[in-house]
């Protein structure tokens, strides 16, 4: 019985490996794609406690800015939400002008945003002064 | 006998003294205060934020001549149960407005007009001021464009226990000379929690 057990397992993994990947550009839903080993019936348990184990979350790619036509500073952070879960969390972003100084201003609060389990997500930002070159960013856990 | 009573009571003062609500600073900067029913400041901040940059980032505010847009604030309406200070909203954007450096934000009308600059035009016929020093006709400059708005309320009942509070913010901007809107968002900041609880 024992033997059978671990054969259905085995069969079950090679199968979900066998899956042929989408274009990247187009994320299919867990429920809508074919199983993978994350959402198979059988392994998502493993797979779900092994994520949550090692402690799987938000990981920024790239943060790209560029100016807009009106002259204000865009930011752009794309990510990937490594966990299974949606990760709910606040992100403030900060801007300093060309010396490195602090801009004050109102639109620099702490905001909510929400990533998907095993998503990609992007954040967007617009500086509110032209005079502004760089910025900063902090996260913190949605209370 | 009375020293006993003498004690319990000082000790019943005691720990009543400990129970009182302690009165704390919010620290407005990094608040983890829960979210309430109502809208309270961290609301105001989010959605002037959110429409601030909405407005900078679509180039609504840039004047192809290079010169400043002339704004006037247009009415805010208050279409929810609570008392709200739609001023508490519009001077967050009015200031980031100016801040900006693209527009400059007028006091001669609008909602937020200032009386004194009217008064102080009556003042032309007054022996007891110096003419020279009060404001000349036809020099109040008319604005190019108005800002105008809604906030608005739903109530829904999610469950037996449990209600959802959706606030809207809407906000457009319009050209006066040709009515044209150029910018308008709208942010929607929803609730879920007790229904007993009060949204207003």
Known sequence: MKKFDFLLITLTVFAVGCQKQNDSRIHVREGVASDTLGSNIVTRPVTHAFSALIGEGIEVTRAVTRRNDAGFLELYVNGYNRSYDTKRFRYRVEWLDADGILIETKTSVWLPFSAMGKSPFTIKAVAPRTHAVDFRMDTRKWE | ?200
């Open chain 2, 1 to 200: 006998m009375k020293t006993k009573i003498l004690y319990v009571t000082a000790a019943i003062c005691f720990f009543a003294a400990g129970c009182a609500q302690e009165t704390t600073m919010i620290d407005t900067m990094h608040d983890e205060g829960k979210p309430v029913m109502a809208l309270d400041y961290r609301d105001f901040d989010m959605a002037a934020s959110k429409m601030v940059q909405s407005m900078l980032a679509s180039g609504a505010l840039k004047k192809q001549d290079g010169g400043r847009y002339v704004v006037a604030t247009g009415r805010i309406v208050n279409d929810t149960t609570q008392r709200i200070d739609t001023d508490q909203l519009m001077a967050k954007i009015e200031t980031e407005i100016l801040n900006s450096g693209q527009a400059v934000m007028t006091s001669a009308i609008g909602s937020g007009s200032d009386e004194l600059l009217h008064e102080t035009r009556e003042l032309r016929d007054s022996e007891e001021f110096d003419q020279g020093s009060v404001a000349q006709r036809q020099t109040l400059i008319a604005p190019e464009l108005t800002i105008s708005g809604k906030i608005f309320q739903r109530n829904i009942r999610y469950d037996r226990n449990t209600q959802q509070v959706e606030y809207y913010f809407q906000l457009k901007l319009s050209d006066v000379k040709s009515g044209l809107r150029f910018w308008q968002d709208e942010t929607l900041i929803g609730k879920r929690g007790s229904s007993r609880s009060v949204s207003w």
